[in-house]
């Protein structure tokens, strides 16, 4: 079906290429310079069966903000281009997933209208060079970005570390699920007749 997208954004900030293939079998090729969101964007590729690739160039000698926001945008934007018409897809998508200590539920609409709903404690400030405060601003680019309403609930939780990587395991099931084309649904899986 070739459900495949190549986006590219360039500030005085960030240089950034995301490529993404959502009938892929989860391989990845990932760079961004933060390690910690090279591991959350691997893990996200391999859940969600996605093939991608991001190769990030940003100002991390200011700190990690502008990149992984813009991350976010990227991503967003590719997975909305990818998706294509929407025809066939599922349209909504749910995950509760558990790690060690840690129960995350993300649940999404493709509906077009873009919406965040986040609720998670982050106990620590960092995970290696990573603030953890972005977390929260990379899931709202994706968010608005991709024109999905996502939500992202710690059930609970307690290590930091495990607590994000829920999340992003999580939001890849979810994201999955949503993308999956179903045979039964001939058209836009919507009574308004538009998403």
């Known amino acids: 079906m070739g459900r495949t997208a190549t986006v590219e954004r360039k500030t005085k900030e960030t240089e950034i290429r995301i490529t993404i293939d959502l009938d892929g079998t989860g391989e990845s090729n990932i760079d961004t310079g933060i390690g910690f969101l090279d591991h959350m964007l691997i893990l996200f590729a391999k859940h969600g069966l996605f093939d991608l690739e991001v190769k990030i160039k940003g100002d991390l000698e200011v700190d990690t903000h502008h990149s992984i926001e813009d991350a976010g945008i990227v991503l967003g934007q590719a997975i909305l ?19 060690d ?7 999404l609409d493709l509906s077009g209208r873009p919406y965040l709903v986040y609720d998670a404690e982050l106990k620590a400030e960092r995970v290696g060079a990573l603030e ?9 680019a ?9 939500h992202i609930k710690e059930i609970h939780g307690e290590n930091t570390h495990h607590v994000i990587e829920g999340m992003f395991k999580a939001f890849a099931k979810a994201l999955d699920m949503a993308v999956t084309v179903d045979e039964r649904i001939p058209g836009l899986l919507s009574t308004k007749g538009s998403l």
């Open 101 to 107: 200590e840690v129960l995350m539920l993300a649940a």
């Open 142 to 150: 994706v968010s608005y970005s991709a024109a999905m309403n996502l």
């Open 132 to 140: 953890t405060e972005m977390i929260k601003e990379f899931f709202y």
């Open 81 to 99: 281009q990818a998706v294509g018409d929407k025809k066939g897809i599922r349209r909504y998508g749910s995950c509760i997933l558990p790690m």
